[in-house]
Nanobody
């Protein structure tokens, strides 16, 4: 079983930056991909970014391309989401997720979820 725990959320003004971290523990060898999703009030959970443990593949939602960067540190078993040029529409609870095979931008196909961390961007 794999466990993921997010940290690093907070409040920032539009145009600012935040970095989220996801600590992965347990049977990490059973997972191939890590991802970030977000969910705003009244909206469905949406894909933000994903990366494979090898780092050879990453994927981003169109809404965050060029502003967010996902990276992983295999030695520390962490995945980081660096968020720049934040916009009020980025406000949401951000979730880290793990999946056995491949990056799929649909929440129901991910196996393991963290508790989420709030990101609030004010205008």
């Amino acid at each position: 079983q794999v466990h993921v725990v997010e940290s690093g959320g907070g409040s920032v003004q539009a145009g600012g930056s935040l970095a989220l971290s996801c600590a992965v523990s347990g049977r990490t060898y059973t997972t191939n991909s890590l991802g970030w999703f977000r969910q705003a009030p009244g909206k469905e959970r949406e894909f933000v970014a994903g990366i494979t443990w090898s780092g050879d593949t990453s994927q981003y939602a169109d809404s965050v391309k060029g502003r967010f960067t996902i990276s992983r540190d295999n030695a520390k078993s962490t995945v980081t989401l660096e968020m720049n040029t934040l916009k009020p529409e980025d406000t949401a609870v951000y979730y880290c997720a793990a999946r056995k095979y491949g990056i799929v931008p649909i929440a129901i196909f991910w196996d393991t979820w963290g508790q989420g961390t709030q990101v609030t961007v004010s205008s």
